[in-house]
């Protein structure tokens, strides 16, 4: 996951802190998830996921296909 969470954060020009403020987590706690040091938990993924515009399985690295997050029913 971790590869595909800095690479959405350069893309999306934010700085670690930056993104940690939008989601409401430390800029600490994004740098583990981004060193893989620790994992987002399922609601921050999503949230993560709707700060990019990505899928949780792209930032996951479950695919390559970079496509918004959808809605589930």
Do not use: F
Request: charged share 30%; with cysteine; net charge positive.
């Amino acid at each position: 996951m971790r590869n595909n969470l800095v690479s959405e954060r350069k893309r999306a020009g934010l700085s670690r802190k930056e993104v940690g403020e939008k989601i409401h987590r430390s800029e600490d706690v994004i740098g583990k998830w981004e060193r893989g040091q620790s994992s987002p938990l399922l609601p921050d993924a999503i949230a993560l996921a709707r700060l990019y515009g990505c899928s949780i399985d792209y930032l996951a690295g479950l695919t390559d296909e970079r496509r918004p997050m959808t809605a589930v029913c």
